[in-house]
């Protein structure tokens, strides 16, 4: 297989680990959201209260981020108020329901990715956390460059 091909099938992979993650996270959860909702959802509550900086940590334009904080808002997960410093943009919060749905997706995440692990032994778990850092290791210093 050329690595062209290996690179592929990676982000096939990938794609349907993601694909099945949220499938079992929406079900457990009972919740509707898509998996950029909740991207956005988790984005917001790691700090990010700005429509700027949510579309930069997710890689969607603003027009995008703003369609799906329309639907969150709709959906009471999040409230927008706006800023003080510049009455143009509005800054981002989540509500207690959007709170609560986190929590709960954040539990069940937990819980699947848990499922997940026990099929693998410990060395492919190392592994696994030695690739993933690499990974994101090579990311954080393409940002810094």
Same mark, same amino acid.
């Given at each position: ?38 991207? =956005?959802?988790? !984005? ?9 900086? =949510? ?23 999040? %409230?927008?108020?706006?800023?003080? %410093? ?7 919060? =989540? !509500?207690?329901?959007?709170? %609560? ?19 693998? !032994? ?6 696994? =956390? ?8 090579? %990311? ?6």
């Amino acid at each position: 297989m050329t690595r062209d091909n290996k690179i592929n099938e990676l982000f096939s992979v990938f794609l349907q680990f993601k694909r099945c993650m949220h499938r079992q996270v929406v079900m457990q959860t009972h919740s509707n959201i898509s998996v950029t909702q909740a991207e =956005i959802l988790f !984005t917001i509550g790691k700090g990010a209260n700005r429509l700027r900086d =949510i579309a930069q940590a997710q890689t969607i334009t603003p027009s995008a981020v703003t369609q799906q904080l329309k639907l969150l808002e709709a959906a009471g997960l999040i %409230e927008s108020v706006p800023s003080s %410093e510049d009455r143009r943009e509005h800054l981002l919060s =989540i !509500t207690k329901k959007g709170q %609560e749905l986190l929590r709960q997706h954040r539990h069940a995440m937990k819980t699947h990715v848990r499922r997940y692990i026990d099929r693998l !032994t410990d060395q492919e778990i190392d592994d696994f =956390i030695y690739i993933m850092k690499k990974m994101i290791q090579t %990311e954080s210093t393409k940002e810094t460059n």
